[in-house]
């Protein structure tokens, strides 16, 4: 049992993308990680999907989300559901930066492109 | 994969507990969890484990864990980290509401008390 203190997204070497792993592999956990990000007006993650399921809870800011051959509008306030190996991408498209928290169904999260290669992701995840 | 606008914690049978079952098992996630609650000041969970692991992200109020015969007190910002099949009890200690996110690795949560049995929870984990 731990209580962690430190949850600010700090930069990443993706641009635009602030993160911070607020558990995971790292704090001792075998299938749950839970991550913090802030995005940049007009960045975006690059198109990938993870061999677990994720979360993603807007806290702030507005989201696109590209999946499934549709873009749908989210808003602080809403949730992303997100099934295994589903292939997305999120674009910050408001004034403020995107702020979100996300929970993946195992840890460290596998990350891979549309065409299933790995992307080594620059943090702990 | 969908986008979820439903958030609010309500009431439960629980006294003082507010809860919303954000993503789980209802919205066709097969091993992850996530919820909101808010806890009034001076109430409490019961002693319970989960057969799983479990992040607390404590976002307004102050807590106490009473978990491992310690007692921790943990505020907005901070984070647990609840290892599977720990005994644990949160407490609202603070003037304001205890607003909690919480991830689990497994849906629906299995909830038992401190002797192993059975917790029927007043929603769909």
Excluded at 73 to 93: C, E, K, M, N, Y
């Amino acid at each position: 049992m731990q209580i962690l203190t430190n949850h600010t997204p700090a930069s990443t070497p993706i641009p635009g993308i602030d993160h911070v792993t607020v558990a995971g592999s790292g704090t001792g956990l075998r299938h749950l990680s839970v991550w913090k990000q802030s995005m940049a007006p007009g960045n975006a993650t690059p198109p990938h999907r993870h061999t677990c399921e994720e979360v993603v809870l807007c806290i702030r800011g507005i989201g696109e989300l590209h999946a499934e051959g549709r873009i749908e509008r989210f808003i602080a306030g809403q949730t992303i559901v997100i099934p295994a190996s589903v292939d997305h991408q999120l674009i910050s498209v408001g004034p403020e930066p995107l702020e979100t928290i996300a929970a993946f169904s195992m840890t460290p999260v596998l990350t891979t492109s549309p065409q299933g290669e790995v992307l080594a992701l620059p943090w702990e995840s």
